[in-house]
């Protein structure tokens, strides 16, 4: 992998390509609030390439979606977005929306966090999906079933024909989130950004699913911008993982190193409060605390109240990011033992 240029951004890590197909730059996002400005995501910045899958992951409220909302233009009226965004040498946050119409859905797909609400329960499967390929491909109504057709033979739905002339509530959970994904892959997206897309599934099901991730990945060569808390969903389908906290970036890495050997304090705090067989009948670590109020941020680290190897300086000056290495970087004033140079990139 090719280190950044010199101008490269805060959290950007190499990827195989010279040129991201996604590429975001010091991203804030704020509401604007009775009570004061609100500070959903500052400072953050990654890349993604062609046919890579970028994991952003952080408790409830760290700023993941907001950030994903933010580059399709889908904010709350009172939320704006600063900072840029690139897919493909066009920018994003300020485009105007018509033009932005034309991106959401044909270059950018979503699949969105409730597959149990996400579908208008009043419109047949095929009207839903062919819509899509209508309005961005232009395509007539029998090419479009067609190709709903062979979508949903992908993503494994059987009896397709006839499911298509179904509504929503004649379906599982997991075959609405199945047509979810085939919705958002219809128009051959650039990009997919998946909300907890195995949110409120069973084991079963939620491996059913991020198989057929892995392998439309592979077959379609669409890149992957997966927002969850479940690092298992991480380990099993991504390539890096961004870990965000109080809206910030705070550590990134290739999801086998950092889950291995994580170097900032609350990524090891999300590890350690993970359970695994080794545990046996130990009492599962916790964070303690609480996130900071986005709307009185402190001066300095915003986890340095929750963190175990907090110092003085930690409450008054805010980290900077440090490329730590060709993959790997963080946010953090305490310097990890047994880290450095000598490590090599991929520690």
């Given at each position: 992998?090719?280190?950044p240029a010199?101008?490269a951004t805060p959290?950007?890590?190499?990827?195989?390509?010279?040129?991201?197909?996604?590429?975001v730059?010091?991203?804030?996002?704020?509401?604007?609030t009775?009570?004061?400005?609100v500070?959903?995501?500052?400072?953050?910045s990654?890349?993604?390439?062609?046919?890579?899958?970028l994991?952003?992951?952080?408790?409830?409220?760290?700023?993941?979606?907001q950030?994903?909302?933010?580059?399709?233009?889908?904010l709350a009226?009172?939320?704006?977005?600063?900072?840029?965004?690139?897919l493909s040498?066009?920018s994003?946050l300020?485009m105007?929306e018509?033009?932005?119409?034309r991106?959401r859905g044909a270059r950018?797909g979503v699949v969105?966090?409730?597959p149990?609400?996400?579908?208008?329960?009043?419109l047949?499967?095929?009207?839903?999906?062919?819509?899509t390929?209508?309005?961005h491909?232009g395509?007539?109504?029998r090419?479009?079933?067609?190709?709903?057709?062979r979508?949903?033979?992908?993503?494994?739905?059987?009896?397709?024909?006839?499911?298509l002339d179904?509504?929503?509530?004649?379906l599982?959970?997991?075959?609405?989130?199945?047509?979810?994904?085939a919705?958002?892959?219809?128009?051959?997206?650039?990009?997919?950004?998946?909300?907890?897309?195995t949110?409120a599934?069973?084991v079963?099901?939620?491996?059913?699913?991020?198989?057929?991730?892995g392998?439309?990945?592979r077959?379609?060569?669409?890149a992957?911008?997966?927002?969850t808390?479940d690092l298992?969903?991480?380990?099993?389908?991504?390539?890096?993982?961004?870990?965000?906290y109080?809206g910030e970036g705070v550590?990134?890495?290739?999801?086998?190193?950092?889950?291995?050997?994580?170097?900032?304090?609350?990524?090891q705090g999300l590890?350690?409060?993970?359970?695994?067989?080794?545990?046996?009948?130990?009492?599962?670590?916790?964070?303690p605390?609480?996130?900071p109020?986005?709307r009185a941020?402190p001066a300095?680290c915003?986890?340095a109240p929750?963190c175990?190897h907090?110092?003085?300086?930690c409450?008054?000056?805010?980290?900077?990011?440090?490329d730590?290495?060709?993959?790997?970087?963080r946010?953090?004033?305490?310097q990890?033992?047994?880290?450095?140079p000598e490590?090599?990139?991929n520690a």
């Amino acid at each position: 992998m090719n280190r950044p240029a010199p101008a490269a951004t805060p959290q950007s890590v190499a990827t195989a390509q010279p040129t991201p197909l996604l590429a975001v730059r010091d991203l804030n996002v704020r509401f604007q609030t009775d009570n004061g400005p609100v500070e959903a995501v500052r400072e953050l910045s990654f890349t993604l390439a062609q046919g890579e899958a970028l994991a952003l992951v952080g408790e409830s409220g760290s700023g993941k979606t907001q950030s994903a909302m933010a580059l399709l233009g889908l904010l709350a009226d009172n939320g704006r977005a600063a900072g840029t965004a690139w897919l493909s040498g066009t920018s994003l946050l300020d485009m105007p929306e018509a033009e932005l119409r034309r991106i959401r859905g044909a270059r950018i797909g979503v699949v969105f966090q409730d597959p149990m609400t996400a579908l208008n329960p009043y419109l047949t499967l095929e009207r839903q999906m062919t819509e899509t390929l209508c309005l961005h491909r232009g395509q007539s109504r029998r090419e479009a079933r067609g190709a709903a057709l062979r979508m949903l033979d992908a993503v494994r739905i059987a009896d397709a024909a006839r499911r298509l002339d179904q509504y929503p509530h004649e379906l599982s959970g997991g075959m609405r989130q199945r047509v979810m994904i085939a919705m958002a892959l219809l128009p051959q997206p650039d990009v997919l950004i998946l909300d907890e897309p195995t949110t409120a599934l069973d084991v079963t099901i939620q491996a059913q699913i991020l198989d057929l991730l892995g392998t439309l990945r592979r077959d379609l060569g669409t890149a992957m911008l997966l927002i969850t808390h479940d690092l298992g969903v991480v380990a099993a389908v991504c390539d890096r993982m961004l870990v965000m906290y109080a809206g910030e970036g705070v550590e990134q890495g290739p999801v086998a190193a950092l889950l291995e050997h994580p170097r900032h304090p609350y990524t090891q705090g999300l590890l350690e409060s993970l359970p695994s067989r080794q545990n046996g009948a130990r009492r599962l670590a916790t964070l303690p605390g609480h996130p900071p109020d986005p709307r009185a941020r402190p001066a300095g680290c915003p986890f340095a109240p929750r963190c175990v190897h907090a110092m003085a300086v930690c409450a008054t000056v805010r980290p900077a990011w440090e490329d730590e290495s060709e993959t790997r970087g963080r946010r953090c004033h305490w310097q990890v033992p047994g880290t450095g140079p000598e490590m090599g990139a991929n520690a």
